[in-house]
């Protein structure tokens, strides 16, 4: 029961930053786990990041642990994601999405609700 609208995408050097917005519609935002998932061009939709409801756990992909942060701030409706030390292997479609049952889920169908996408261009 909430609607999610991406934005923050762009084009960057490698080596640069980005930081994602993710914001949700309703008032019952803190009742839902968020993930940020990201597909490449002819390629599977991967998890990228996890945050727990209150934002007490986190979990990440290992191919971005150490550069990407996720965080919430439920009383502005809004998850993000900081992205440092951007690799071109990084540019994909960014989607945030929501899960109505709580635990750490990495599986595009075990999630709820999809945003529409924003775009992630890193260049060599």
């Known amino acids: 029961q909430v609607q ?7 084009l960057v050097q ?13 008032r019952t935002f803190s009742s839902y786990d968020m993930g940020w ?11 990228v ?3 727990s409801r209150n934002g007490g756990n986190t979990y990440y992909a290992d191919s971005v642990k150490g550069r990407f942060t ?22 994909a479609v960014y989607y945030c999405a929501a899960r109505s049952r709580p635990g750490v889920v990495t599986r595009p169908r075990d999630y709820n609700y999809w945003g529409q ?8």
């Open 4 to 10: 999610l609208v991406e934005s923050g995408g762009g």
């Open 49 to 51: 990041a996890f945050i």
């Open 117 to 124: 996408g924003t775009q992630v261009t890193v260049s060599s």
């Open 37 to 47: 998932f990201r597909q490449a061009p002819r390629k599977e939709r991967e998890f």
């Open 14 to 26: 490698a080596g640069g930053s980005l930081r994602l917005s993710c914001a949700a519609a309703g």
């Open 70 to 91: 996720i965080s919430r701030d439920n009383a502005k409706n809004t998850v993000f994601l900081q992205m440092n030390s951007l690799k071109p292997e990084d540019t």
